[in-house]
Structures are given as C-alpha cells and as structure tokens.
C-alpha cells in the first residue's frame, strides 16, 4: 500500500512538499535572523537544494501531472533531493571531524561569491571549514542530519507519488 494515497490527488500531495520546503527555509531565516545563527557554507548550499527541490514540487502541484510526468518529476527530484542529501551528509562527516583537522577560518560565503568563480566556491564549502564544525542540535539531532532526513523522505515520496491512485469520490 502507498502512504501517499491519504492525499486525495498528486496535486495536493506536491503542494505540501512545496510548503514543507518553503516552512524548512522559513525555519532557517528564523535561525539567522531571529536567533541569530549565521549559516556556514554548507548550510546555504543546502538551502539551495531545498529550494530546487521546493521547484520541482511547486511544477507538480501547478502542472498536476499524470503518471508520466510523476516519473519526470520523480527524477528531477532525485537529482535535486540527492544533492541536497550529498551535502547534507557530507556537512555531517565534516561536523564529525575534530577541528584541528577542519581548514581554518575562511572568506564568508557573501566574499567568496563575490571575488571567486562559483564553482571554487563550492569546492572551498566542501571542503568545510571550522564555521560548518559548529553543532547546533534541535530536538537531539544536529541541522544537517534533520536536512538529510528531510531530502531522503522527499524523494522517496516523489517515487512513491508515480503510482498514486487517488480517492474515488
């Protein structure tokens, strides 16, 4: 039995991936702006993916697409959720590190975009640095590890939404 069938159609289904993606963005701004947690990195790159992927299901609940189109959206979110989950993964290992083991103290994010290629800006956030070493844990768990939950349910779930039989009225 699918999981999803209690969302009476595709449609509904990827308009609360798209608001679960827009309420996890909102936590973040929350996080940086409110409670003052700047994010390293890591955490804006993350950001990206649950932004690309937010797209993918805002192009569902939009299009409500059949059971060809689930298949494309499936994939797309494969390729966005599993980056984000590449990264959110990759975030843990480094927060699992020792800082004497991490790259000092860096350019921010904002600097490095500015005067650097993007692409060895994305390289210098994989490779982490102390500013992604700093753990903050919400109900137990630290932010990356809640991301990585987050991207590996939502794909599951764009695969589980191409056999969604919707409720007969």
């Not at 069938?5 to 609360?16: D, E, H, K, Q, W």
Request: aromatic letters at 12%.
């Amino acid at each position: 039995m699918n999981p999803l069938n209690v969302f009476p159609s595709r449609r509904l289904a990827y308009a609360t991936g798209f608001l679960v993606c827009a309420a996890l963005l909102g936590y973040a701004f929350y996080l940086q702006y409110v409670e003052e947690l700047e994010p390293c990195p890591m955490c804006w790159f993350q950001r990206v993916a649950i932004v690309a992927l937010a797209l993918v299901f805002l192009i569902g609940a939009i299009g409500n697409p059949g059971r060809r189109g689930a298949q494309w959206l499936a994939w797309a979110s494969l390729v966005t959720g599993g980056g984000g989950a590449i990264l959110a993964a990759r975030h843990l290992y480094i927060q699992s590190l020792p800082a004497d083991q991490l790259p000092s103290c860096g350019m921010g994010i904002s600097y490095m975009l500015e005067t650097l290629p993007f692409l060895d800006v994305f390289a210098r956030a994989l490779k982490g640095s102390v500013e992604c070493n700093k753990i903050d844990l919400i109900l137990g768990l630290p932010i990356p590890a809640w991301n990585l939950l987050f991207f590996i349910v939502a794909v599951i779930a764009a695969f589980l939404l191409i056999n969604h039989r919707a409720h007969k009225a």
